[in-house]
């Protein structure tokens, strides 16, 4: 008897005009799994990421979070469900503080104006039919904005309660990623090793289930890659979180992800528990010729 | 009892000389109709520049706040001046003789409502489309307003336009009562405004303007808050329009061109976008010294410039005493100020251009409010990372 | 009356094609702009209105209303070449002061100088000109071609074909030439072509001159049709011109020549069409309105453009 599966993607496949970037890509990711992700460049990991968070709108397949199917769902309701992500190159609001930074993640756990309209929609097919479903949202819509802006101007006491929570929440986040005491300063001022602990605190902020890290460790020194890896783990225990990291350095996937599963030119060549699937020849293949490649081979018992 | 220092905006202690400044501000405001040297024809003046002030928080919200640009802002200005010349005036079919007091408040839903129907299509689309769309739709309006001569009145336009009446007191008509009617929603916006910016929806908005995919990806209803932008501008224009209506007496189309949303733009972008007072100052330059450049007071001061021309003008004497053709001369200093007036849109253009090439932020860009907290520790010395300056954006 | 005459839908088709010409050829310029650097050059009217004038200056230099014989072909070219370097050299200034300095803004700062120097442009030349407008001399031969119940004046002829001919020539430019190559490679991906050793300022330059130059000609074009020129001519032809280019696609060279002769046709032949139905009337103003009322739905409903290719489309 195996739990359900937290992400079940199926026959995954985004085409930009002629090239396939990704050709239909199974995985299933179990509730509290680390899993890494990992392929030579351009293999379609981040285009998978973009295509879980609803960013893009895959060409074939299906993806389903917790059984409910979010392919083609627009991006806030991916993230209303429990889907968040940090970026490869990092994106933060820069112009905005840190502690804004992670209020604007939170946007959706404040209850202000009472609750967005968190029904999940089929997917939409057609423009028309898009903008059909966009009017019938409409009054509730109406509603709940009507609200949202009559509390912001009024402030009554439920709303300085969930404005001052959230505060809360913020700070205690950002103690947890290691930036207590960064809360006023302009995102853009912050140091590259802070940046990215900013964004993996934005992500946690909107209380996400599934978790989506774009190489959380690039261009860190070997101390701060171990910081990192370390905090995974940590936030991991702490949040109950379901983490997919893409990850270039073999040391960090060998320590902290139970399995990983390898795309090559948009197809998934190999998957399983990193010890496995760094034996096997279709992996090593893939990465022959370049120097990770070697290191893969001679990472042997390297954790 | 941080929670009413928080419901109160209760600043800090080392911010009370920053909160103290708008109030002593509005307070010397207020004294203004009070000194005998501002007449008639300036507070004339400065009710348009508070007219100005209104708008330019309006469009504030849409392009300060969320980042979009909207160039036909006109038309929500024209929706509210409309609204009240056609039920108010005599010569149109619909008068309904209905009081100021009850179409301010429908001013402000029909506001929400044409910027509603403007942004659905465009919004859900980026940002240069906006642009183009609220460019066309401003002079849509304006056909439609000549057009639809049975109920706008076409280019005779309407007139007559009712006053807004005191319980148990008189209309309010003279310049000095409307200043203070400008001043009151000139605050008024400007504090609803910024308790907008301070909420939760402000800072979807500042995200959307930030990085819109990113703001979509944490969660944010991005096509929803732009339209919230959008409406909430629009709203603010209307009753910008109602007042201006309702002040001047008869409406025409005239009145609502294309200059209406270069100005206000002008307003907001060369003040500073995001900032209230960049705005009041914003709208003091860019329209009231025009309006005051031409006063008679004004051209008197400049006549005893007679000196400063001559000056200036030497190299032109002397090439005009040589040259067998007439050479261009300085002008006498007493036209100086209606000159600049003139050539305002001109000045307008290049300043739109140089401010935001030289101070993308506008000339007093927003500053970073604080969230109030207990003491933050001091801060850990930041690290030089060698990746610092490639990573970050 | 709704069936009014043959010969009366011809000529609407006529001049829907002469003004829809036009309307391509300034399109060409937003298109190519937006595809290299993804902003709308709002400037881009003014451009054409100053090629316009331009043109004008040309013409009464060659002496005006008294140009007679060979000399109005001489003078039609000089006026084309002289409004193509002025719109160019006005283009390459803009984009040098304006929106170079704000390549990597945020996106909203590029549109702010678009749109003073818009704003400078047009209010500039209004001042210089007092307002009032200038006319084109009337140096073009009259006479029309008639077959049947087809007719075409020889200046529309001639419009048409002097469009259709730029546009060829464009297309070969783009198409053909290395500048072309690194047009499409910077519109492509600027970080690559740059890293592929391509001069990306010198195309970003190269793609304003051309697109300006296509507005000069227009607007030499559209003074010899209108035989105006005003400093305010440049903003409803700029809008509408934007329009043709959404129409086609924005980004494409053939769409925007599509979306340009197609804009112009819904204008002249859409809006008698709609006031033939009875009931309704659309004065001659309000092809304005039906012009912009197609963006709207074409961004509503195909936000890609009627010719454009449909791109998977993010959600």
């Known amino acids: 008897m195996s739990v359900r599966p937290l992400l079940e993607v199926r026959g995954l496949s985004v085409r930009f005009q002629g090239l396939l970037a990704l050709d239909s890509v199974d995985m299933t990711v179990p509730p509290g799994q680390i899993r890494g992700l990992i392929g030579p460049n351009g293999a379609g990991k981040t285009t998978l990421f973009n295509c879980l968070t609803g960013f893009y709108r895959p060409t074939g397949g299906s993806i389903l979070l917790d059984g409910v199917r979010i392919d083609g769902m627009p991006m806030h309701h991916v993230a209303a469900l429990g889907v968040a992500r940090t970026f490869q190159n990092i994106r933060l609001f820069a112009n905005m503080t840190v502690i804004e930074n992670v209020l604007v993640g939170a946007h959706r756990t404040i209850p202000v104006g009472g609750p967005d309209q968190l029904r999940p929609r089929r997917r939409h097919e057609q423009r028309l039919a898009e903008v059909a479903a966009q009017l019938r949202g409409l009054p509730g819509g109406v509603v709940s904005s009507l609200v949202e802006i009559a509390g912001a101007l009024v402030r009554p006491p439920a709303w300085i309660r969930a404005e001052r929570e959230a505060v809360e929440r913020a700070r205690r986040l950002l103690e947890a ?93 190999a998957e399983g528990p990193p010890e496995a699937v760094q034996r096997d020849p279709a992996v090593i293949e893939a990465y022959l010729g370049t120097k990770f490649a070697r290191q893969l081979r001679g990472g042997h018992g390297t954790p | 009892m941080p929670d009413l220092r928080l419901w109160l905006k209760v600043p800090p202690r080392r911010d009370v000389a920053r909160r103290l400044l708008p109030a002593a501000a509005v307070v010397l405001f207020a004294l203004v109709p009070a000194v005998p040297f501002f007449t008639d024809p300036w507070l004339r003046v400065f009710f348009l520049v508070g007219l100005y002030v209104v708008l330019g928080l309006g469009l504030n919200i849409v392009v300060g706040f969320a980042g979009l640009l909207d160039l036909g802002y006109v038309a929500f200005f024209a929706a509210g001046a409309y609204l009240m010349g056609i039920l108010t005036s005599p010569q149109s079919p619909v008068d309904l003789r209905l009081e100021f007091w009850v179409i301010l408040p429908l001013a402000l839903l029909l506001g929400a409502l044409v910027g509603l129907l403007l942004g659905l299509p465009v ?31 076409g280019s005779q336009g309407l007139a007559a336009i009712e006053k807004p009446p005191v319980p148990g007191w008189q209309r309010i008509d003279e310049p000095w ?27 979807a908005w500042e995200a959307i303007r930030e990085d819109e995919d990113v703001a979509a990806a944490m969660g944010i209803d991005t096509v929803k808050y732009k339209l919230l932008a959008f409406a909430t501008g629009a709203a603010v224009g209307s009753v910008g329009g109602v007042l201006f209506a309702s002040y001047i007496g008869f409406i025409n189309p005239t009145s ?19 900032n209230t007072w960049g705005v009041v100052f914003g709208a003091f330059i860019l329209i009231g010294v025009p309006e005051l450049l031409q006063f008679r007071e004004t051209s008197d001061v400049l006549e005893r410039l007679g000196w400063l021309r001559t000056a200036l003008d030497a190299p032109f004497a002397a090439l005009d005493a040589l040259a067998p053709f007439g050479v261009w001369r300085v002008p006498e200093p007493e036209t100086w100020g209606r000159l600049v007036a003139d050539k305002r849109f001109i000045i307008y253009g290049a300043l739109l251009v140089a401010v935001m090439v030289a101070r993308p932020g506008g000339l007093f860009p927003s500053r970073r409010r604080k969230l109030e907290f207990e003491a933050p520790p001091p801060s850990e010395v930041a690290e030089p990372s060698a990746l610092a300056a490639g990573g970050s954006q | 009356m709704f069936l009014a005459s043959t010969s009366f839908w011809l000529d609407q088709v006529v001049n829907g094609l002469t003004i829809g010409s036009m309307y391509a050829l300034i399109a060409l310029g937003y298109t190519m702009v937006y595809g290299v650097l993804k902003m709308i050059n709002f400037a881009h009217g003014e451009v054409f209105m100053l090629g316009s004038y331009a043109g004008f200056g040309v013409l009464v230099a060659f002496g005006g209303e008294s140009i007679a014989g060979p000399m109005v072909v001489l003078a039609i070219a000089a006026a084309f070449v002289g409004a193509a370097l002025a719109s160019a050299s006005v283009s390459v200034v803009l984009e040098r002061v304006a ?41 073009f031969p009259s006479g029309s071609i008639e077959v049947g119940a087809f007719r075409i004046t020889y200046l529309q002829l001639f419009l048409v074909g002097c469009s259709v001919a730029m546009m060829l020539f464009l297309y070969i430019v783009v198409q053909r030439t290395a500048v072309g ?14 890293l592929m050793g391509i001069d990306v300022d010198r195309a970003i330059v190269t793609t304003f001159v051309l697109g300006a130059a296509m507005a000069g000609v227009a607007g030499v074009l559209w003074g010899l049709f209108f035989l105006q020129v005003r400093g305010s001519m440049g903003f ?24 340009g002769y197609f804009l112009g046709l ?50």
């Not at chain 1, 890659?225 to 949040?239: K, P």
């Not at chain 3, 309105?289 to 963006?295: P, R």
């Open chain 2, 123 to 153: 919004l859900p689309l980026r940002g240069d489309y906006l642009a183009i769309v609220t460019l066309g739709f401003g002079e849509i309006i304006r056909i439609l307003l000549v057009n639809l001569r049975d109920i706008t009145g």
């Open chain 3, 181 to 194: 190559r690194s047009i499409r490679a910077v519109a492509e991906n600027r970080t690559a072509a740059s």
């Open chain 3, 266 to 315: 819904a204008e002249t032949v859409g809006r008698e069409a709609l006031s033939a139905i009875p009931g309704l009337n659309f004065p001659n103003e309000w092809r304005d309105v039906i012009a912009f009322s197609l963006l709207v739905l074409v961004l509503l409903f195909r936000p890609t453009g009627i010719f454009g290719e449909l791109v998977s489309r993010r959600a």
């Open chain 1, 177 to 269: 990623v290691g930036l207590r005491g960064r809360e006023n300063e302009l995102a853009r001022n912050l140091p590259y090793g802070d940046q990215r602990r900013l964004e993996l605190a934005r992500a946690l902020a909107s209380r996400p289930r599934l978790l989506l890290l774009d190489e959380p460790t690039a261009g860190m020194n070997p101390g701060e890659t171990l910081a990192m890896m370390d905090l995974i783990r940590r936030l991991r225990e702490e949040y109950g979180l379901t983490i997919i990291l893409i990850e270039h350095q073999m040391r960090v996937v060998m320590g902290i992800c139970e399995e990983v599963t390898v795309l090559d030119y948009g197809r998934k060549i």
């Open chain 2, 177 to 203: 009562q409307w200043y203070y009617v400008i001043l009151v929603t000139a605050v008024a916006v400007a504090f609803l405004s910024a308790r907008l910016r301070d909420a939760r929806i402000g800072r």
């Open chain 2, 256 to 274: 609502f061109t294309l200059q209406v949303s270069i100005n206000v733009l002008a307003v907001v972008i060369i003040g500073g976008m995001g």
């Open chain 3, 99 to 139: 929106y170079r300095p704000l390549r990597n803004a945020p996106r909203l700062a590029p549109l702010i100088t678009a749109i003073g120097a818009s704003i400078f442009l047009q209010f500039l030349v209004l001042d210089v000109t007092g307002a009032k407008a200038s006319f084109y001399p009337r140096i």
């Open chain 3, 236 to 259: 409803l032809p700029g809008i509408k011109a934007f329009t043709a280019a959404v129409l086609g696609g924005i980004g494409s060279i053939p769409g925007a020549m599509v979306g």
